[in-house]
């Protein structure tokens, strides 16, 4: 079964507005993380938010804020005021328990239109 | 500046040849990882080390192998290449912490390789 699922192979989105990005994931462990990475053409993989299983609130940072509802297993990205910059891949990914690996979504391309 | 280094940037390789791609990391991480990026598919674990001397394999490791001599570096190396292997491999390190918490994966710029 597909552990971390991306239902939004692309989106296209006016600059200034807000975005979300669908995230759900599948684990029977009591204690994992899930990250955000954002992927620009240039290629480099950049870390923009964590949540963890524990965590009682919904973490942000700058623009980025992360929906998550655990019951229904899901951690939304959120991109408020959306910017040309960014335009790129966005990977979600989850780390189950103590281990350190990752396993990732198949991604969203997200495109900003002036 | 600190981080990860891979080489070479990009390689096209006959099938059937050896290669070694390399990765350097200098924030003294415990943990590091190789991934293979595929298109519609996202990245997808080869192998992974959670300290210097040993080694563990992740979803795709056949056809690939790996040693930890130093904490430092990381090798990846493609025994005998074939077509499938064509991809951009990403090497990653993480802060090995006892809590799990927080440890974001930080990420070399990536090799491209094409088998032919």
């Known amino acids: 079964a597909q552990k971390i699922t991306q239902t939004q192979p692309g989106m296209f989105v006016q600059e200034k507005e807000a975005v979300t990005l669908d995230c759900t994931y599948d684990?029977?462990?009591?204690?994992?993380?899930l990250f955000w990475y954002k992927q620009p053409s240039s290629g480099e993989m950049i870390f923009l938010i964590y949540?963890?299983?524990?965590?009682?609130q919904n973490a942000t940072e700058g623009r980025y804020s992360l929906n998550f509802q655990k019951a229904r297993k899901s951690a939304n990205l959120v991109i408020s005021a959306s910017q040309l910059g960014d335009s790129a891949m966005y990977f979600c990914?989850?780390?189950?328990?103590?281990?350190?690996?990752?396993?990732f979504g198949q991604g969203t391309r997200l495109t900003i239109n002036p | 500046i600190a981080g990860i280094t891979q080489a070479p940037t990009s390689q096209i390789l006959a099938a059937g040849r050896r290669m070694t791609l390399r990765c350097t990391q200098d924030?003294?991480?415990?943990?590091m990882y190789w991934y293979r990026q595929d298109l519609g598919l996202g990245l997808r674990l080869i192998h992974y080390?959670?300290?210097?001397?040993?080694?563990g394999k992740g979803e795709v490791p056949d056809g690939y192998s790996v040693s930890r001599a130093n904490t430092d570096d990381f090798p990846l190396t493609l025994a005998s290449a074939v077509p499938s292997q064509t991809s951009v491999y990403f090497c990653?390190?993480?802060?090995?912490?006892?809590?799990?918490?927080?440890?974001?994966?930080?990420f070399g710029p990536g090799t491209r390789l094409t088998v032919l």
């Open positions: 990653a390190s993480s802060e090995f912490r006892a809590s799990g918490r927080n440890n974001e994966q930080f």
């Open positions: 684990t029977s462990d009591q204690s994992y993380g």
């Open positions: 949540q963890g299983s524990y965590d009682e």
């Open positions: 990914a989850m780390r189950e328990g103590r281990a350190q690996k990752l396993v």
């Open positions: 924030m003294r991480h415990n943990a």
């Open positions: 080390s959670n300290t210097a001397g040993t080694t």
